[in-house]
């Protein structure tokens, strides 16, 4: 029996204070965010306040920022933690449990991921896949053979459906980094000093720091994966 919804549930754990509990729930058919939406919506979280640059969303359909809205409730949870506080970070889905002893940036971090690739923004929902496939707490070079892997075979797909498909050209995923960067850059204006502490605002510094060097490596190559993925008649059990 197919699943209706994906459900990925943080917690967080502190030495001194209650642990805090977020848990996000996915549409599993459009891998898009479920939630509620808040009565009153902040200003911040208007469309054309501190639009990106790169936003093809209209106003008149789309008042608030798909993004922000998500994100309204997640500030307001957090926005007393101390983005370099220590904890004990547990993402539960239904497969398996992930923890980490680690920064509430970290946790946070893999959160954010999640809100902005499932929130029907234009450019983020090119992520969506990434949260089908959630791995918390990744590291970059792990987000970088996943983003690429998935997009060669979002390709592969593509030609074998006849459609006009380059797997082993990488430029328009280096295009739409571009793009992400723009959209961190924008959320982070638009969330700047609506929380008391910086736990928020440095999980998307983080992500922009995260797009920005992928767009870096996709500028020059992927040689560090030769190692890794070696072709040159190996058969990685010693025959010929």
Known sequence: ?????????????????PRIEYELVIDAASLSLAGETCGSPPLWTRLEYRKCACCTLEKDRYPFCPIALNLVDLIET?????????????????????SKNTSAMEGLTSIFGVIMATSNCPVMSFFRPMARFHLPFSTIEET??????????????????????????????EAQYRKVEQVNQGLLARIKGQARQD???????????????????????????TNILPWSGQTGDGCQ
């Open 78 to 98: 957090f926005k007393d933690v101390s983005s370099y506080r220590d904890c004990k970070v547990t993402c539960i889905a239904a497969e398996r449990a992930y």
């Open 199 to 225: 736990a928020d605002k440095n999980a998307i510094v983080t992500l922009h720091s995260l797009a920005q060097f992928l767009s870096m490596e996709f500028d020059y190559n992927l040689d560090f994966l």
């Open 1 to 17: 029996m197919k699943r209706k919804s994906l459900r990925f549930k943080y917690i967080f754990e502190f030495s001194d204070v």
């Open 144 to 173: 970088m053979v996943r983003v690429t892997s998935l997009y060669m075979l979002q390709q592969l797909l593509k030609a074998r459906a006849g459609l006009e498909a380059d797997p082993g050209d990488l430029r328009p995923l």
